[in-house]
């Protein structure tokens, strides 16, 4: 099948498999006029391939984990795994340091909504608040 009956089987942009072929994630034959030919299971690695970028991994990633899907063995599922591993423990990390600064920003939007609760009520005058400096029109 070309390129685009490819896309539109699996879903994926005609870009997307440009990349994923780039990033050498997918084979094609070419014809003599140099399109792009693909095999039923060039669409099923498709699929495999956006499950692993829906989870969050990278090209150089995936690209990591194919040997287990290309050369079973117990060596290059042990390897997988703990690539797999690695990456979770990598957006644990970044899901931690987003929740801390979710923390921070709901701690801001407190103090702004106590002080517009001060500036409601009368208890802060308005010359009292700090003033945001505004740029310089152009």
Same mark, same amino acid.
């Given at each position: 099948m070309r390129i685009g009956e490819l896309a539109a089987r &699996?879903?994926?942009? +005609? /870009?997307? *498999?440009r990349y994923y072929e780039e990033q050498g994630l997918l084979r094609s034959t070419r014809s003599a006029g140099g399109q792009r030919h693909y095999t039923d299971a060039e669409a099923e690695r498709v !699929?495999? *391939?956006r499950r692993l970028y829906a989870a969050g991994l990278s090209s150089s990633t995936i690209a990591e984990l194919l040997p287990c +899907?290309? @050369?079973p063995s117990e060596e290059n599922a042990e *390897?997988?795994?703990? /690539?797999?591993v690695r990456e979770r423990e990598r957006l644990s990390a970044h899901i931690a340091d *987003?929740?801390?600064t979710r923390d921070a920003l709901d701690a801001v939007i407190a103090a @702004?909504? !106590?002080?517009r609760e001060d500036?409601? &009520?009368g208890t802060l005058a308005p010359d009292d608040a700090p003033r945001c400096e505004r740029a310089p029109a152009s």
């Open positions: &699996t879903g994926a942009s +005609v /870009r997307s *498999l !699929a495999f *391939l +899907v290309e @050369a *390897l997988s795994l703990l /690539r797999m *987003l929740l801390h @702004a909504r !106590a002080y500036l409601r &009520t």
